[in-house]
Every structure is written in structure tokens, then in C-alpha cells.
């Protein structure tokens, strides 16, 4: 994606949010400060009982596919990425009313070694899984919260409301009049002012990635009222060269880097919430 401003010589330009987050990235130590925010577990492998690992290589190397795939079906993880697999493991007689797809699904587990099988299985999980769920337990544990009641009530100081899904979404909704689909993920207040964002972490460029930064720059971009909204991202966003040195790019950091609306890190949050007072 061509850049409109030079990221080297034209910074002057960025908003102040975004280029206080890109510096952050550039200039300390922001993976691991990060950790705070979204505190990634090491990732650990799922090591199958020895017995059950035998069973398993011994019915797929035998084709013994009734056998394998009754094994299969007491694991939470599957070999591969097989969209029926749910329907077919969980849902009445699927596995038996749909010979086709189960002789499909067994050509496809014997297309791969015994030995792929058990390893698919003991994958360790993808760790960016839970990063929501991260964020809101960050800001539980580091901003003040208050009930519905007397979030309303407020009128100085920094708090965050503390509700459910359906009660934070119906009052940004009817009270603020703000047209939202979900809840936002923050639903702040500073003196008598209402903040409103939503929190994105971004580990790599491209597709489903892009989509939620576009995602997060709608919801600046359609301000409504006295309401302040703003973008709360984290990530691979923040990055301008890559470690060979070269300028990115890649539309997902630049869309990021020269958006107007206020986009920031985590680790800013409180620093901004302080600027509105």
C-alpha cells in the first residue's frame, strides 16, 4: 500500500497517539511491557496417554477406520481442519447417516503418516486465542470500576463501567445513543465525559487481521454526539521497517500508522484517559 506520508521524515504529521504508540514499539522494551496487557502462558503440547497413542498408530496404520475414528472422537482436538468434523462427532446420527463424508474424512486422516496423526493431536494450542478476554481482565485489574448506577452518577475522576454484555451494549446504545452491534469493550468516564473503544491485538499482517483494524477505525470514524471514541491496538500495527531495515508497507500497518483518529496501545490508555480530564 503506497504511503502518504514518509514514515522516516514526515512523523509531524501522524496523529499524536499513533506516533507516542509507534515510538513505544521502536523505542522500548513494548513485546515485553505488552506482557501486562495480554499475558501469554508458555505454549505446552498435549501429550496423549501412551496407550492411547498406540491404539491410535496401530488403527490408522491397520485402516481399522471405525476403530480410529472412535478414538478420535474422545479427543477435543482434531488432525486437521475439517469443517464437518463438529457435526459429525457431536450432532445425533451424523456418523452414521453420512457413510460418504465419513469414508471422505478417513481418506483424508490416511493421507497423512500415523506418526502426523498423534503429532496434530498433540499440537500445542494457538495462544492468541483468549487476547479479549486479556484485555478486559487488564482493565479490571488496573482501572476503577463502577456499576451502572453510579457510572452514570460520576462526575470526577477515570472509571470504567463494570456490566454485563447485554446491560453495557444497551446503555451505549440508549442512553449514549451510539448504534453499536456488541458491546465495546471499553465503556469509560472521565469526569462527564464518556469514552467508548474497542481493543484489537494484531499479530500479523493481512486477511482476518486487517479486517479488525478496519473494524476498529469504523468505530472512530462514526462519531456520534459528545461521545468519545477511540481504537485500542496492540501488535505488529505499530511496526514501520522491517529487521532488515526496509519501510512496510503492507496495508495493515500503514492504514494503521496514517489514520486521523486517535489509535493507540494499551499501554497508553491510561496516559490518554488522563488527557481527557
Partial sequence: MRRTIDIEEQRDQLNFWVLRSIELFENTPYLDNILEVYPLSTAQPNRLDAGLQRRIISAHQAQRTD?????????VKFPYDEPLWYLMK???NCMDNNPAQK????????????DEVVFKLEEAPKLNTQMGPMFTAWLRENFNLLNLREFQQSTEGIYVLSSSEQEGMDFVNDVLGQNVTKRPDLVAKVNERYVIGEAKWIGSPGGNQNKQVVEVINLC???????????IIDGYPWATHTSEGGVIYEKTAVMTQECEYDLLSALLLEEYLHSLI
Avoid: F, H, P
Fill in 67 to 75: 476403530e480410529l475414528i472412535g478414538l478420535l472422537r474422545t479427543q
Fill in 103 to 114: 469414508r471422505r474424512i478417513a481418506e483424508s486422516l490416511y493421507a497423512l503418516t500415523a
Fill in 221 to 231: 470514524r462514526k462519531q456520534r454526539g459528545r461521545v468519545i471514541r477511540v481504537g
Fill in 90 to 92: 457431536n450432532m445425533g
